[in-house]
């Protein structure tokens, strides 16, 4: 790129800026924007020209760009053509591929598990499969998304893979075609064993109203006594989904989140224009700190209207909004996502917390691991600190980012030696190891001592030490590893999570709330009761390490 192509690039930022805030504005402020710009131009060409090493001018434009973005906040962004197009693939839910989830294991990329249904699932990949070459193009030294980009492809097209797996001497071939892989917004759903309905709904994608409505009337037909839909460690994604889910629990007309921007044009108001069509029975909200935008939307609507309970921990606080805006005529050029309004629930809370960035991490004014240590401020204390907003029946609402829930959960932190076992991956590897010696798991997934001495000695083999006080300690955590990892590898996803719930002590607090409280009236009054003190849970195993 020379000079003068610099200068047309930096004239056309102006042209931009121009048309999106207008002369005018520029004027009256005494904006140097264009001094600015030629500044600019001078230090990019001086590093070109005479930078101890040869550098691209088009790196320095890139790197430039990114750099103004994290000046303004964490989810402004550049997004080139590859990035963009992984954007429209998480929002859209569907790609063309095989259907894999796909991790690092000893430097290997290694297959985690199918999808259920989708041509790798019937192809007969097995979780723990080392991939060694795509296409006959060795797998060594690629990366995770350079893995996943090779797979990926149009229907119908065949990738090859092949595949080292434990048990067998040589290497399987695999012709695989293609096809339209639906990425799942409700992963799992299902009753839990004393009566309440389930629901884990982990993003917002194009699909996600539909799948909700699927998993309600499946669980209505078995006539839960009360349903959690469990957002933990929900990112978030499209703000259309978020408010149509908050429709199906919300009465025609009424307002779920309103925007305000600086300019006006992002002023919106977001009131369901559907019927309530599930409000049978009592829904309890399941939150975590990283419970995020456009499920802070949904929590946080149910809340304020008074037609849900939020259980958990108060929420990340992600409640800006972006617009993503094409930067070429092509659909499938770069695109700038620009901060341009916050959200606020129908109470007026700012779902937004306030952020800053310590040592180059992103932070919030919580600190989000508590472990087990006692010296933190009083939950009541803090929320005297926040500003009170009323919900639609007067209850009490904490605003100053994020949503506060009307139960908290305090997490006990997992013990170090499940911690190591997780990093390491032990309890995959030796599911890994049973399954190639076994063809079906053991009964119920009961587990023997001959069962655990095993598991014992790949965790001598991978190097995680305990003493056998800290083992003992941590039996059951231990136990529930086990007994997940076996149900993912002969049963699938959703046989992970039904084994993993059961082992889930704050689904199990929540659950519990229906035994105290049957209807929802009730529950909102028991809600202040509860928050006189805190409800002690473990760590849940649902996280983003064991549940993939």
Not at 111 to 123: L, M, R, S, Y
Not at 198 to 221: G, P
Not at 507 to 518: E, G, T
Request: charged fraction near 30%; proline fraction near 4%.
């Amino acid at each position: 790129m020379n000079r003068r192509q610099i200068i047309a690039v930096c004239v056309l930022v102006v042209a931009l800026i121009a048309g999106t805030w207008a002369v005018a504005r520029v004027q009256e402020s005494n904006d140097n924007t264009y001094s600015n710009i030629e500044r600019f131009i001078q230090v990019l060409t001086k590093v070109r020209d005479n930078y101890v090493e040869p550098v691209s001018s088009d790196k320095l434009m890139d790197a430039a760009i990114r750099g103004m973005l994290r000046t303004l906040d964490p989810y402004s962004q550049y997004l080139d053509k590859e990035e963009a197009e992984r954007l429209e693939t998480t929002t859209h839910g569907a790609f063309g591929g095989i259907g894999i989830s796909i991790g690092m294991r000893d430097r290997w990329v290694t297959v985690i598990a199918p999808i259920e249904g989708t041509p790798a699932w019937k192809a007969g990949i097995l979780g723990g499969d080392r991939i060694s070459k795509i296409d006959d193009v060795s797998t060594e030294g690629l990366s995770l998304d350079d893995a996943m980009k090779k797979m990926r492809g149009e229907k119908g097209t065949h990738v090859k893979l092949t595949i080292l797996r434990e048990g067998r001497d040589k290497a399987l071939d695999f012709d695989i075609v293609r096809d339209i892989i639906q990425i799942k917004s409700v992963p799992y759903s299902g009753m839990l064993s004393n009566g309440v309905g389930y629901v884990r709904l982990s993003n917002f994608s194009e699909r996600s109203r539909q799948e909700m409505d699927a998993a309600f009337d499946k669980l209505e037909k078995l006539h839960p006594r009360g349903v959690i839909i469990d957002l933990r460690y929900n990112p978030g994604g499209l703000l259309s989904q978020a408010v149509e889910v908050a429709e199906e629990f919300t009465p025609r007309g009424k307002k779920i989140v309103y925007t305000r921007g600086r300019d006006s044009s992002q002023n919106r108001d977001f009131v369901s224009t559907a019927d309530q069509t599930h409000n049978q029975y009592p829904i309890v909200i399941l939150v975590n700190q990283w419970t995020a935008s456009a499920s802070e939307i949904v929590s946080g609507a149910l809340q304020d209207l008074d037609l849900g309970l939020v259980v958990g921990r108060t929420t990340f606080g992600k409640g800006l909004v972006q617009t993503v805006i094409p930067l070429t005529r092509s659909v499938k050029g770069p695109k700038l996502k620009l901060t341009t309004a916050k959200y606020y629930t129908p109470s007026g809370r700012c779902i937004q917390k306030d952020e800053q960035l310590k040592d180059g991490a992103l932070a919030d004014d919580e600190d989000t691991d508590d472990g087990d240590k006692t010296d933190k401020t009083d939950a009541t204390d803090a929320k005297k600190a926040k500003p009170e907003y009323r919900t639609e029946m007067g209850r009490v609402v904490y605003g100053g980012g994020g949503i506060n829930p009307d139960v908290e959960l305090v997490d006990v932190k997992l013990p170090r030696v499940i911690e190591d076992l997780e990093a390491k991956q032990v309890f995959f590897k030796y599911a890994v190891r049973y399954a190639a010696r076994h063809k079906e798991p053991p009964a119920d997934y009961a587990l023997n001592s001959g069962i655990r001495d095993e598991f014992l000695q790949i965790m001598k083999d991978e190097k995680v030490e305990a003493s056998p006080d800290s083992l003992a300690a941590a039996k059951r955590w231990v136990d529930g590893g086990i007994r997940r990892e076996l149900g993912r590898r002969f049963g699938g996803e959703e046989e992970a999570y039904r084994i993993a719930l059961e082992d889930d002590e704050q689904v199990k607090a929540a659950a519990a709330l229906f035994d105290k409280a049957p209807t929802l009236p009730k529950l909102l009054a028991l809600a202040s009761e509860l928050n006189k003190g805190k409800m002690t849970t473990q760590t849940s195993p649902l996280n983003s390490k064991s549940v993939r």
